[in-house]
């Protein structure tokens, strides 16, 4: 351990992996084992969760970088048919999508709604 100019205490590497390796290996908060080593919680905080983290940090895009493609795409169906409670076949698409159709359903246009569905948004 080493001051800067203005005299902070400056860890090496190993350094700064010891006072982890000791905090994670005791049973003391954050704050009384940061007191107890001399060092601001701040720092012994900044050490164990932002510089020496395993996991790199998630970043949020900016805005300009979020797609400008619409979360809804609207489907348009020919001929639509009246809703009704009760269905008569089911069709199960990739992705855990289902489709129930009436009986009044016609095979062309149960067709064009299972292809219009197959359409990337």
Known sequence: ????????????????SEVIAR?????????????????????????IYQKHSS???KRWPKRSEVASAP??????????????????AEI????GLA???SEAAMPAWIGSVVQALQRPC
């Open 1 to 16: 351990m080493k001051s800067d100019r203005n005299g902070h205490q400056e860890y090496s590497t190993q350094e700064i």
């Open 23 to 47: 905090y994670r290996g005791g049973g003391a908060t954050m704050a009384c084992f940061a007191k107890e080593e001399g060092i601001p919680a701040g720092r012994l905080h900044y050490w």
């Open 55 to 57: 996991k790199p940090r």
């Open 71 to 88: 979360l809804f795409h609207e489907v348009k169906i020919a001929a639509p048919v009246s809703p009704s409670e009760d269905w008569v």
């Open 92 to 95: 199960s698409l990739p992705k």
């Open 99 to 101: 489709i129930r159709f």
